[in-house]
Nanobody, 112 residues
Framework: QVQLVESGGGLVQPGGSLRLSCAASGFRFSDATMDWFRQAPGKGLEWVAQINRIPTATAYQDSVKGRFIVSRDNAKNTLYLQMNSLTFEDTAVYYC?????RGQGTLVTVSA
């Protein structure tokens, strides 16, 4: 079955960077469109970014455009989210997703 395991979250200061990873198994990763979502404290689930099985086809939520980069390594069955210029509003649990199935998430906390 589909298994997704996120990692790389942590505490970072405003303006800092983090790279999240998502290890995927149980399906043909190279054929899958993958998404990142996030859920901030007390808020609903929010779509962040998508990468098509063609690696150059990406899409982003407006609030992260120019700051976040989604990428994939099909040889490693791994999805990435490079997050730069982080702000307090980026604090959330981040999830990778395939067709609605999510992992357990990884917490990103932006704090001074």
């Amino acid at each position: 079955q589909v298994q997704l395991v996120e990692s790389g979250g942590g505490l970072v200061q405003p303006g800092g960077s983090l790279r999240l990873s998502c290890a995927a198994s149980g399906f043909r990763f190279s054929d899958a469109t993958m998404d990142w979502f996030r859920q901030a404290p007390g808020k609903g689930l929010e779509w962040v970014a998508q990468i098509n099985r063609i690696p150059t086809a990406t899409a982003y939520q407006d609030s992260v455009k120019g700051r976040f980069i989604v990428s994939r390594d099909n040889a490693k069955n791994t999805l990435y989210l490079q997050m730069n210029s982080l702000t307090f509003e980026d604090t959330a649990v981040y999830y990778c997703s395939k067709s609605g199935t999510r992992g357990q998430g990884t917490l990103v906390t932006v704090s001074a």
